[in-house]
T-cell receptor, first 111, second 113 residues
Framework: GQSLEQPSEVTAVEGAIVQINCTYQ??????LSWYQQHDGGAPTFLSY????GLEETGRFSSFLSRSDSYGYLLLQELQMKDSASYFC????????????FGRGTSLIVHP | NAGVTQTPKFQVLKTGQSMTLQCAQD?????MYWYRQDPGMGLRLIYY???????DKGEVPNGYNVSRLNKREFSLRLESAAPSQTSVYFC????????????FGPGTRLTVL
C-alpha cells in the first residue's frame, strides 16, 4: 500500500513564508499533488509534481524529491485567507488507480 | 460550466434507511470518484470509475455501492445506513485516473442516527 505523512498543524503570521512537508511511501510513484480545503468547503487543486524540482504558481510553490520520497508546499506572502487545510496526495502503485491522500495540515495564519 | 455538482447537500437518516447520493460533472471527464472525509482522517476513497462502464473499489468500500450511469453521472448508494457512515461525502472527477488534478463537488453532509 501507500502512506503519506504531513504535520497536523502549522502556524505563521501574515506576510511570512511557510513550508508544509509531505513524506510518502509507495511501491510505484506517478506524482505528488497538493490540495487546499477551507473549513466547510471542497478541496481545490493547487499543484502537481511528477518530476524532481520546484514548480511555481504565484505565491505557491511545490517541490519534489523522488529519491527522498519527499515533497513540500511553500506558501509565500501569507494572507489570512490562506488559513485552511492542505493535503498532499499520491497515485497508487502497480497500475492501481487508487489515489491516497495524507491526513492534512491545518495552516493557521495570524495577523 | 457548473463543474461537479452533488445532491443533496445535507441529509439525515435513521439507521437501516437507504439513500442514493447523486453526482454529475459537465467537464467531459473520463474518471469519477467518491470519497468520504471524517475529522482528522483526510479523504478516503470509497469507489472510483476509471471510465464509463467500469467501477472499482477503493480503500473503504464496505456498505456502499456505486453506479456509473453514463459519462456524466456517478451515484453512491447506501443500502442500510449505519452511524459509522456519518461523514462528509465528496464526489470528484478528472480527465484520467492519475492524481494530477481532480475537481471536487461541494460535498454532502450525511448524519445517520
Amino acid at each position: 500500500g501507500q502512506s503519506l505523512e504531513q504535520p497536523s498543524e502549522v502556524t505563521a503570521v501574515e506576510g511570512a513564508i511557510v513550508q508544509i512537508n509531505c513524506t510518502y511511501q509507495t511501491s510505484g510513484f506517478y506524482g505528488l499533488s497538493w490540495y487546499q480545503q477551507h473549513d466547510g468547503g471542497a478541496p481545490t487543486f493547487l499543484s502537481y509534481n511528477a518530476l524532481d524540482g520546484l514548480e511555481e504558481t504565484g505565491r505557491f510553490s511545490s517541490f519534489l524529491s523522488r529519491s527522498d520520497s519527499y515533497g513540500y508546499l511553500l506558501l509565500q506572502e501569507l494572507q489570512m485567507k490562506d488559513s485552511a487545510s492542505y493535503f498532499c496526495a499520491v497515485r497508487g502503485s502497480g497500475g492501481s488507480y487508487i489515489p491516497t491522500f495524507g491526513r492534512g495540515t491545518s495552516l493557521i495564519v495570524h495577523p | 460550466n457548473a463543474g461537479v455538482t452533488q445532491t443533496p447537500k445535507f441529509q439525515v437518516l435513521k439507521t437501516g434507511q437507504s439513500m442514493t447520493l447523486q453526482c454529475a460533472q459537465d467537464m467531459n471527464h473520463n474518471s469519477m470518484y467518491w470519497y468520504r472525509q471524517d475529522p482528522g482522517m483526510g479523504l478516503r476513497l470509497i469507489y472510483y470509475s476509471a471510465s464509463e462502464g467500469t467501477t472499482d473499489k477503493g480503500e473503504v468500500p464496505n456498505g456502499y455501492n456505486v453506479s456509473r450511469l453514463n459519462k456524466r453521472e456517478f451515484s453512491l448508494r447506501l443500502e442500510s445506513a449505519a452511524p459509522s457512515q456519518t461523514s462528509v461525502y465528496f464526489c470528484a472527477s478528472s480527465e484520467d485516473v492519475p492524481v494530477g488534478e481532480q475537481f471536487f463537488g461541494p460535498g454532502t453532509r450525511l448524519t445517520v442516527l
